[in-house]
């Protein structure tokens, strides 16, 4: 028997009004989405590689060693950090994509000068999609030990990573993953020289991003007018106009200008790692320590920073005076309530004269030999300053080398002999006051607590973990559209079983007048009361 027209007039509205409930149920949800989904903006990703690797490099065969680029630190000794995670992240599906600063640099088997074992390894990458499927990306440079010809690619897809049992969706604020396994792929195992074959596994990676709400979407975006802000132009700086007389450097008939004034200033930064073995020494297995920063002071991963500065400059003679705030305070090898290693170094200060640098900091604490010290303004290390020049209203030094000095020895308790090489050391103070000082390594919040693996579903053991997300959203949303769903369809059989039991009565209602006249065959035909 065919379906009466009024029959498919009335579930066609059925339908109409189901997608309209539904579309209007989902706004919310949907606007907050859009609002959630944002970007990655600081954080960090810590990873060893392959601790076998590192013992082979640095071992009797290979006879090699590995220096870091870019910022990048390491971590306890046995990681490297990688920092200054961008990329951008989706709430609703769990699309992560973080790309991280830093590298890392091996080489070994040296011959004649050249080294057979020469692998670079920077700009790590995490892309995860939606479902779980992850990968590391990085840009290599390698030499194959067959060939030595070296091959460099960028984004390569280094390994595979496992994030089997969790759901990145919903996060907000910092978003932590630890205990991640990692399989080298195929490009991976090229990119280590044919060292390791694909489906090795690697060490496990560790990482923290702070997720940050989406920018506002532009005027062009959402059709408002476009608010155009007033151009900011630097004031005009007229030339002389006259030319200086023969030898006297000033114009005819003037006095020799005076010779440029003593620069005084107020802003500027620090950055000193102090020394990368010590770091470890102190986060290692031996010391078992840490480390924190203190007043104003700054961790940037592979270096302390102290900010700001006060001090003055003289352009005549490069005499440099430069005061920097704030500390650093090393702690270690504890026994009950004491620390055989207490060590602060705070107030660092560098003054130049003649050409040659020094490096002295107020040393407060005790050392792992038992000493104990307390002296403001203690020389800790040289350096040599003869090519210092100021540059876009900046006196700069990027990377320079830094001698041990003998009051510096004593500093670390005998730890090193006067003479060797520290962190190299890079300040920056603003001649100019609109100068932008070099940013900081951005190794982002610290990371979140993870919940106990072990009250999860079972595992492997090296299954990773992650801090609890915020949000949930997507699983709101579906309920809530469920529910709506089985309302919808319930309303709807509803009043096609009135329609069967009135038909099979054999009493038609009449149907209701309204202000366009009588209802047509095919229009809706309510029931009356």
Do not use: C
Not at 18 to 39: C, D, K, S, T, Y
Not at 174 to 187: C, D, M, W
Not at 435 to 449: H, K, V, Y
Request: charged share 15%; hydrophobic share 45%; no cysteine.
């Amino acid at each position: 028997m065919s379906v009466p027209r009024r029959l498919r007039r009335i579930a066609a509205t059925l339908v109409a009004a189901l997608a309209a409930l539904l579309a209007l149920a989902l706004l919310p949800f949907q606007a907050a989405a859009a609002a959630a989904e944002g970007r990655v903006a600081g954080g960090r990703l810590d990873w060893g590689i392959k601790q076998s690797f590192l013992t082979y490099v640095t071992g009797p065969m290979a006879k090699g060693s590995w220096g870091l680029t870019g910022g990048a630190a390491t971590v306890g000794g046995s990681s490297f950090r990688f920092h200054s995670a961008t990329g951008t992240y989706d709430p609703e599906t769990g699309a992560l994509t973080a790309a991280f600063s830093g590298g890392v640099r091996f080489t070994g088997h040296q011959e004649n000068g050249v080294n057979a074992l020469d692998m670079s390894v920077g700009r790590l990458t995490l892309r995860a999609v939606a479902g779980g499927g992850a990968g590391l990306y990085a840009d290599i440079s390698s030499k194959s030990k067959d060939t030595g010809k070296v091959a460099a690619v960028s984004q390569a897809r280094l390994a595979d990573l496992s994030l089997a049992g969790l759901d990145l969706r919903g996060a907000a604020g910092t978003l932590t993953l630890g205990n991640v396994p990692v399989t080298l792929t195929g490009a991976g195992a090229s990119a280590f020289g044919g060292f390791y074959t694909a489906g090795t596994a690697l060490d496990p990676l560790t990482l923290s991003v702070n997720l940050a709400a989406a920018a506002k979407a532009s005027p062009a975006a959402t059709g408002q007018p476009a608010v155009t802000e007033p151009a900011v132009t630097e004031p005009a700086v007229a030339e002389p106009a006259a030319t200086p007389a023969a030898g006297t450097g000033a114009p005819a008939g003037e006095s020799p200008a005076p010779a440029p004034a003593r620069t005084e200033f107020t802003a500027g930064a620090l950055d000193w790692g102090v020394r990368r073995t010590f770091r470890d020494y102190v986060t290692g297995s031996i010391a078992k320590g840490a480390w924190e920063v203190t007043g104003g002071a700054a961790d940037g991963g592979a270096f302390f920073r102290w900010t700001p500065a006060k001090g003055g400059y003289d352009p005549a003679t490069g005499a440099l005076t430069a005061a920097f705030a704030g500390g650093v305070h090393f702690t270690g090898m504890r026994t009950g309530d004491t620390y055989g290693l207490d060590l602060v170094l705070a107030n660092a200060a560098v003054t130049v004269a003649d050409g040659h640098g020094r490096l002295t900091a107020d040393v407060l604490g005790r050392t792992a030999d038992g000493a104990v010290q307390q002296a403001p303004g203690v020389e800790l290390a040289t350096f040599e300053a003869a090519a210092l020049k100021p540059a876009g209203g900046l006196l700069k030094a990027v990377e320079l080398p830094l001698k041990l000095s003998e009051s510096g020895a004593r500093v670390f308790g005998g730890l090193y002999p006067a003479g060797t090489d520290m962190d190299p050391l890079s300040f920056a103070v603003a001649l100019d006051p609109a100068a932008a000082l070099p940013p900081l390594p951005d190794i982002g919040s610290a990371p979140a607590a993870s919940p106990d693996p072990a009250a999860a579903s079972p595992a492997p053991a090296t299954a990773p973990v992650t801090a609890e997300a915020a949000g949930g959203g997507g699983r709101t949303t579906a309920a809530v559209v469920g529910g709506l769903l089985v309302l919808a369809l319930g309303a709807a059989g509803g009043v096609l079983a009135r329609r069967r039991r009135r038909a099979a009565g054999g009493a038609a209602a009449p149907a209701a007048a309204g202000p366009a006249g009588p209802a047509s065959a095919d229009e809706d035909v309510r029931p009356r009361a």
